[in-house]
């Protein structure tokens, strides 16, 4: 199975920064990386999607303009840059590696990690 771990998160002030890092013991060349986000009762919400050469394909318009998506395929390695944080923000943040055009729940997803915002 392809494990994923997801770092970088932790508590900040709000109006700070985190980069949130996801290595996979997979491949992710040609993959979907997504990042998705639940807070405590309430849905699970997609937060980006970045493709191997085009970029960010998604962003979510609660995090447009503060968030970024990116990623390192020769170090199986997404990222989400996260600035301007909103207490908003706070939940477990996913990294999900998938095939494009499966859904979510198909694909390879970490354990989360907790971003809070204070």
């Known amino acids: 199975d392809v494990q994923l771990v997801e770092s970088g998160g932790g508590s900040v002030q709000t109006g700070g920064s985190l980069t949130l890092s996801c290595t996979t013991s997979g491949y992710t060349y040609g993959l979907c990386m997504a990042w998705f986000r639940q807070a405590p009762g309430k849905a699970r919400e997609g937060v980006a999607r970045i493709g191997s050469t085009s970029g960010t394909a998604f962003i979510a318009d609660s995090v447009k303009g503060r968030f970024t998506g990116s990623r390192d395929d020769a170090k199986n390695t997404a990222y989400l840059q996260m600035n301007s944080l909103k207490p908003e923000d706070t939940a477990v943040y996913f990294c999900?590696?998938?095939?494009?055009?499966?859904?979510?729940?198909?694909?390879?997803w970490g354990q989360g990690t907790q971003v809070t915002v204070s």
């Open positions: 999900v590696r998938r095939l494009w055009g499966v859904p979510a729940t198909m694909g390879d």
